[in-house]
């Protein structure tokens, strides 16, 4: 069956790090482009970053880029989400997408995983 398991969410303080893991079963991640979305409290979900199926290629919202670091490891069928610096703003439910092509078009996502919540807090 084809899924997507996130894991790696928790409580964090202001300028910690987390590291976000997405593990796909069902099919290979090698032919598709992955992405990183979160959901606050009371707000849209937004698109946070996203990654070619080769890994050659990423893009990132303005709010985390440099902060934040998406790759994967298409041997292990698993992309993760490297978040430094956290702000309380970046608190909400992240969520792991997959694209049915192999570049990051917008609206391209076909399968999403059920979350993983990030609560940034003192």
């Known amino acids: 069956q084809l899924q997507l398991v996130e894991s790696g969410g928790g409580l964090v303080q202001p300028g910690g790090a987390l590291r976000l893991s997405c593990v796909a079963s069902?099919?290979?991640?090698?032919?598709?482009?992955i992405g990183w979305f979160r959901q606050a409290p009371g707000k849209e979900r937004e698109g946070v970053a996203c990654?070619?199926?080769?890994?050659?290629?990423?893009n990132y919202a303005d709010s985390v880029k440099g902060r934040f670091a998406i790759f994967r490891d298409n041997a292990e069928n698993t992309v993760y989400l490297q978040m430094n610096r956290l702000k309380p703003e970046d608190t909400g439910v992240y969520y792991c997408?997959?694209?049915?092509?192999?570049?990051?078009?917008?609206?391209?996502?076909?399968?999403w995983g059920v979350g993983t919540l990030v609560t940034v807090s003192s």
């Open positions: 997408a997959r694209w049915g092509s192999r570049s990051c078009n917008p609206g391209g996502m076909d399968y």
């Open positions: 069902g099919f290979t991640l090698d032919f598709h482009a």
């Open positions: 990654i070619n199926d080769r890994g050659t290629s990423t």
